[in-house]
């Protein structure tokens, strides 16, 4: 395995500091200041790594801001030669700072973590991902990679007023229909970017459906039941009807070039659990045009169902997966009534249709790059000759997400995320890397 160094010696550091990035903090206001005489580092598992120019961009547009409280900022400090962990202001003694990390905006996966220490009895961070930070002369930078540079969900180019126009529009159009009134809210509270482009008419819209959900994922986002950590957002609380559906995938097939549209959301559970109005609209859409993408965003838990959907006029799957060894599957996802090996047949039953196929990878720095992990993303990938990997930040404390690994399975010193993308880059040229659903062509012109 090539293997690109992933951390620097401390006297490497000390002799080239004029390319090291400067750390930040926050105080107790969330007012964010460079950190003078110290150097930013992230983050990546156990392991402390420094942050340069060389390992980290300007931080893209769009990218938002975080402090975390209960929790202690980690340095590196050249007067020392140390890592340190500041437990007040170095300039301000009896202050209190705290680290800040960065929810990079879609597209770009993130390469470290946000070096950190929780205080005793610290709660859980809300389910977001933190990237690590730093300052470097007039701007502060991120240790992400872009993976994908369609501007899907470029927020500069979702102007508020058109999106409103939008949402007049449709309240004429399709007065009685409960699915666009639910992404209305979708677009107007939670600011989603789907529900968003829907109503500006642009790539992606989305088609969520289901209430429930067979699995119980340590970071789902819709719903946690006895759980310190807060939704990011609340589920569907209705089955929106077959012809509810269509109308709306129609609509955006027939206004949008290229147009995508996704069954399996943020805001709803797992939507192959909804399939007796899923597979009834496909067919009905199917009936009416033969353009657009068909997409499922899904656990792939009911590889039976799965084939049914595709036959109805399913062109493609999205199945998220944060690991392919199976008790790390397990140990996220918490299945019920379904295991990893359904979730395989799912990936075979797409290669076998010729549909298209892609893994929804929930990347985590310090767990996704560790040897074990790299090891069974090649095989998987030898084994199952999927069309795209999508690179997803995973959503959760990292902390709380590494010891919730390690209690099944080996993790060994991670080689960095960047040495891991190279590698699968090199070894499956034909794998598409990204982070958004594909427009796939129809089949004749393929």
């Given at each position: 395995?090539?293997?690109?160094?992933?951390?620097?010696?401390?006297?490497?550091?000390?002799?080239?500091?004029?390319?090291?990035?400067?750390?930040?903090?926050?105080?107790?206001?969330?007012?964010?200041?460079?950190?003078?005489?110290?150097?930013?580092?992230?983050?990546?598992?156990?392991?402390?790594?420094?942050?340069?120019?060389?390992?980290?961009?300007?931080?893209?547009?769009?990218?938002?801001?975080?402090?975390?409280?209960?929790?202690?900022?980690?340095?590196?400090?050249?007067?020392?030669?140390?890592?340190?962990?500041?437990?007040?202001?170095?300039?301000?003694?009896?202050?209190?700072?705290?680290?800040?990390?960065?929810?990079?905006?879609?597209?770009?996966?993130?390469?470290?973590?946000?070096?950190?220490?929780?205080?005793?009895?610290?709660?859980?961070?809300?389910?977001?991902?933190?990237?690590?930070?730093?300052?470097?002369?007039?701007?502060?930078?991120?240790?992400?990679?872009?993976?994908?540079?369609?501007?899907?969900?470029?927020?500069?180019?979702?102007?508020?007023?058109?999106?409103?126009?939008?949402?007049?529009?449709?309240?004429?159009?399709?007065?009685?229909?409960?699915?666009?009134?639910?992404?209305?809210?979708?677009?107007?509270?939670?600011?989603?970017?789907?529900?968003?482009?829907?109503?500006?008419?642009?790539?992606?819209?989305?088609?969520?459906?289901?209430?429930?959900?067979?699995?119980?994922?340590?970071?789902?986002?819709?719903?946690?039941?006895?759980?310190?950590?807060?939704?990011?957002?609340?589920?569907?609380?209705?089955?929106?009807?077959?012809?509810?559906?269509?109308?709306?995938?129609?609509?955006?097939?027939?206004?949008?070039?290229?147009?995508?549209?996704?069954?399996?959301?943020?805001?709803?559970?797992?939507?192959?659990?909804?399939?007796?109005?899923?597979?009834?609209?496909?067919?009905?859409?199917?009936?009416?045009?033969?353009?657009?993408?068909?997409?499922?965003?899904?656990?792939?838990?009911?590889?039976?169902?799965?084939?049914?959907?595709?036959?109805?006029?399913?062109?493609?799957?999205?199945?998220?997966?944060?690991?392919?060894?199976?008790?790390?599957?397990?140990?996220?996802?918490?299945?019920?009534?379904?295991?990893?090996?359904?979730?395989?047949?799912?990936?075979?039953?797409?290669?076998?249709?010729?549909?298209?196929?892609?893994?929804?990878?929930?990347?985590?720095?310090?767990?996704?790059?560790?040897?074990?992990?790299?090891?069974?993303?090649?095989?998987?990938?030898?084994?199952?000759?999927?069309?795209?990997?999508?690179?997803?930040?995973?959503?959760?404390?990292?902390?709380?997400?590494?010891?919730?690994?390690?209690?099944?399975?080996?993790?060994?010193?991670?080689?960095?995320?960047?040495?891991?993308?190279?590698?699968?880059?090199?070894?499956?040229?034909?794998?598409?890397?990204?982070?958004?659903n594909p427009y796939i062509p129809p089949r004749n012109d393929r």
């Amino acid at each position: 395995m090539v293997r690109r160094p992933a951390f620097y010696p401390v006297a490497f550091l000390m002799a080239s500091a004029f390319l090291f990035l400067n750390a930040v903090a926050a105080d107790a206001g969330g007012r964010i200041f460079e950190l003078d005489g110290y150097r930013a580092v992230g983050m990546s598992g156990s392991i402390f790594l420094p942050l340069t120019v060389e390992n980290s961009i300007p931080v893209p547009h769009g990218t938002e801001f975080m402090y975390l409280p209960d929790r202690y900022p980690v340095v590196f400090d050249p007067g020392s030669g140390r890592i340190r962990i500041l437990k007040e202001n170095p300039h301000a003694p009896g202050e209190p700072i705290y680290p800040v990390a960065l929810f990079n905006s879609p597209g770009h996966m993130i390469t470290a973590l946000c070096a950190y220490r929780q205080r005793s009895g610290a709660k859980p961070l809300p389910l977001f991902s933190y990237g690590a930070a730093g300052w470097h002369r007039r701007g502060f930078r991120s240790a992400a990679l872009c993976v994908d540079t369609e501007p899907r969900q470029d927020l500069r180019r979702m102007n508020p007023e058109a999106v409103a126009r939008g949402i007049e529009a449709l309240r004429k159009r399709l007065t009685k229909n409960r699915l666009v009134r639910h992404l209305e809210h979708c677009a107007l509270v939670y600011g989603c970017p789907a529900g968003k482009n829907f109503f500006l008419g642009r790539y992606e819209a989305p088609l969520p459906t289901a209430t429930r959900c067979n699995a119980r994922c340590l970071g789902c986002i819709s719903l946690q039941k006895k759980s310190d950590i807060p939704c990011s957002q609340e589920r569907i609380a209705f089955t929106p009807s077959p012809r509810e559906i269509a109308e709306v995938a129609l609509h955006h097939i027939r206004r949008v070039k290229k147009a995508v549209v996704s069954f399996g959301q943020g805001c709803e559970g797992e939507p192959l659990t909804a399939a007796r109005v899923i597979e009834p609209a496909i067919r009905k859409i199917r009936t009416e045009t033969g353009g657009g993408t068909l997409n499922l965003n899904t656990n792939g838990s009911l590889p039976a169902v799965v084939k049914r959907l595709f036959a109805a006029g399913l062109d493609s799957i999205r199945i998220s997966m944060n690991s392919v060894r199976k008790d790390c599957y397990h140990a996220y996802f918490r299945p019920k009534g379904y295991t990893f090996s359904d979730v395989m047949q799912t990936v075979e039953t797409g290669i076998e249709m010729k549909k298209f196929i892609s893994i929804n990878y929930l990347n985590l720095p310090g767990f996704t790059d560790t040897p074990e992990e790299a090891r069974a993303l090649f095989r998987f990938l030898k084994t199952y000759p999927v069309h795209m990997i999508q690179w997803r930040n995973l959503n959760m404390d990292p902390l709380a997400y590494l010891k919730a690994m390690k209690r099944v399975a080996p993790l060994g010193t991670p080689m960095g995320v960047a040495s891991l993308l190279d590698e699968v880059r090199k070894r499956f040229p034909r794998v598409r890397i990204g982070y958004f659903n594909p427009y796939i062509p129809p089949r004749n012109d393929r």
